[in-house]
């Protein structure tokens, strides 16, 4: 062991990356390169498509299927092994891991019997059976890092990262996290081992295991980062890294070489799927850097991800959109004299947990417009109905409707203050005569957003693309020998790169 203090790099897989035997092998390779010019924690998501199982096996399970649990489990068990026996030869190992996978497969059948004994899925239950394939995946990648010589030892993170109770979607207290992390991990980084840490998970003070919510691996990987201090987070995924638009809908997007904190959260925040939104929260009080890579070509840069972004740079940076959002409007000329409208909107959405996209409200007050996301549209029309129902009833407020036809695009940049922005952008989008159904812009000018129809959405990123000439290939975006640039990295596999699919 050398004296050199070598960097401390959190190296986060996500399941596409850990998706199969082939995929586990350039993970390795990946690994090993970064282990010998730094330290290393591994950050590990569950296998492709093995968390949406697992939350099946929990539904099915309390409404009694236990059959279809039993053959969830079954197919679970094979995916698993078949990794284990592509990759790991030495006999002992192998029964090794496969003990020790069995194990956690016991204890996941055990939650489910119990789930559909009771015919009730607890809050705590789903956050358990949920978390099996974080448990699954880092064994068995360890237990491959060590067939390769690579030292390493899997960790549950229920041992490392504290949170609060919230089941589903926990938050770390950071200082309790720090100790634990520094008594576990720092000994393991001093003997040049690698842990490799489940991602998705904690644990209450008092023990009691906790999710992050969905894909929220990546949130994992930078609180380890932070607790630790570490010199870097890379997170390793299936895409070249944040894209000036999505791909599919604009063939000319490109990767954004570097971008500050800031703007990746607007763009995580409103819809681009590479990262958990919550993700730079935990990195942005420490400002360390953080990488989005692509396992599959990792010979490309990816996108930093900085305090500052490019110190050079300014305006747009990147476009997003969100289609799966409906209009709500409550309106009609009687509201401007109901008391508190704003206010009991606002305590109603919140009341039925709506997470509001975008607002606008014409000072005249006719209209007060929300976006939420579809999946809440309904509740929170019902509720709205239901606590203005007196002012329906007099004719004050006249309609609340909802338009689930709508969608959010949303125009992300730091400086574009002073710099025309929203004139270019609404100058380019009447030329080519899409409809804008309503805008906000937030007051630190990060970002705009503007409801279209779901049909107006590719003409709208389009045109916009275009009018600030995004996506014209930086140099420092290009592969470091200069490969031609493979459209065919960009296209996404319908539903892999959702954060849910890892
Ligand atoms: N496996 C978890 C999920 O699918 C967490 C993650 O992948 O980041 O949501
Ligand atoms: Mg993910």
Known sequence: MSNVKKPLRIVKFGGTSVGNATCVRKVVEIIRDAARNSDLVVVVSAMSGVTNKLVEAATQSEAGNIDLVEMIFEELRDRHRGVVSALIHSVPARSRINRDVEQVFQEGERLCQGTALLRELTLRARDSISSLGERLAAPV???VLAECELSSEAIEATELIVTDSCHGAADPLMAPTRKRCEARLRPLLRQGMIPV???FIGATADGMLTTLGRGGSDYSATILGAALDADEVIIWTDVDGLMTADPRLVPGASTIPEISYREAAELAHFGAKVLHPKTISAVTPCGIPLWIRNTFSPELPGTRITATGALTDGGVKGLTAI????????????????????????ATTAAVRANILLISQSS?????????????????VEALRREFAQDLAHEKVEHI??????AIVTVVGKNMRGSGTVGRTFTALGREDVNIIAIAQGSSECNISFAVSKQDVKAALDTTHREF?????????????SVAVNPAAWQYEPGQRTANAD
């Open 364 to 380: 005249s007050q006719n209209d007060i417009c929300l976006v939420v996301s579809s999946s809440a549209a309904e509740r929170t």
């Open 323 to 346: 289609s799966d959002v409906a209009l709500i409007t409550v309106g009609g000329p009687g509201i401007v004299g109901v008391p508190d409208v704003l206010s009991r909107t606002f």
């Open 141 to 143: 990648l360890a237990a």
């Open 401 to 406: 409707t909802f338009d689930p036809t709508v």
């Open 197 to 199: 840490v489940t991602g």
């Open 469 to 481: 000439q995004l996506g014209v290939l930086d140099s420092r975006a290009l592969p470091v020998k």
